[in-house]
């Protein structure tokens, strides 16, 4: 008995360790990924930071919603040098940069239409930062709905408050690397 309890407990703790991705590890799928000037992962000491920055939404879209430029970052955060599971919610912020606020007084809906039906993110938290001209339409998103998206082929269209754009192919292969950098499997 005292032998099968040591044996359930050696491979316990080899799935644990299986299960878990190192930093150096995180660094390697990035630098596989042809990614390194999208993602970026800084560590503290005590707490380590995954930061995906997407290029620039087309000219087009940016001025359908009268910004200058209009880009979007997402993060995941986790303790340690090592990440133990994937995120099951990721940081997702827009960023409209516009002489004049184009988002605020006002929260708005998220809408993704897939081949499958729309997918609903909820309302934007607002921030702004007025002298650099820049806006901050922030959600935290389920890692199932970044997976729905990313599956999809672009481009992807979506509706931000009154405002419709689309995803560009490079900015969807951004959310299947980051996917892929955050999975621990």
Not at 112 to 125: C, F, K, N
Not at 147 to 156: D, G, M, Y
């Amino acid at each position: 008995m005292k032998l099968l309890a040591a044996i359930t407990l050696t491979l316990i703790s080899f799935t644990a360790l299986a299960a878990q991705k190192s930093n150096e590890a995180i660094q390697k799928q990035i630098k596989s990924l042809k990614a390194e000037k999208t993602i970026y992962l800084t560590n503290d000491g005590s707490a380590s930071k995954l930061m995906a920055y997407a290029p620039n939404f087309s000219d087009a879209d940016a001025k359908a919603v009268g910004a200058m430029a209009m880009n979007f970052a997402m993060a995941a955060f986790y303790s340690g040098q090592a990440l133990t599971t994937a995120p099951e919610t990721i940081n997702f912020t827009f960023w409209p940069m516009s002489k004049k606020p184009r988002f605020a007084g006002s929260t708005g809906p998220w809408e993704v239409m897939l081949p499958t039906g729309s997918l609903d993110l909820g309302d934007y938290r607002y921030a702004a930062k007025p002298s650099e001209n820049m806006e901050y339409l922030n959600f935290q998103i389920k890692r199932a709905d970044l997976e729905k998206i990313a599956a999809a082929s672009a481009p992807v269209k979506f509706r931000l408050g009154t405002y419709s754009l689309s995803f560009t192919q490079e900015q969807i292969q951004l959310l299947r690397n980051f996917l892929a950098v955050t999975d621990t499997k």
